[in-house]
């Protein structure tokens, strides 16, 4: 081990959650933020009002 502290290896924190082989991933719970920022991104009118105006020139 280097005496400077900063070249030291970070601590290892063991904990059990452990993939198993063949065991599915679950499903990563979404944020209520992202939820709401997805459906508020959803701003524009539909693509039949904006093929039925005309071009203003």
Known sequence: MPKNQFQRP???QHT???PRHGK???PQAKSAE????KL???TL????TLLAKS???
């Open 55 to 57: 071009p203003q020139n």
């Open 16 to 18: 059990g959650n452990v």
């Open 40 to 42: 508020s991104t959803n």
């Open 10 to 12: 970070a601590p290892i």
């Open 45 to 48: 009118p539909p693509l039949e």
């Open 24 to 26: 599915p991933q679950p």
């Open 34 to 37: 992202k939820r709401l920022s």
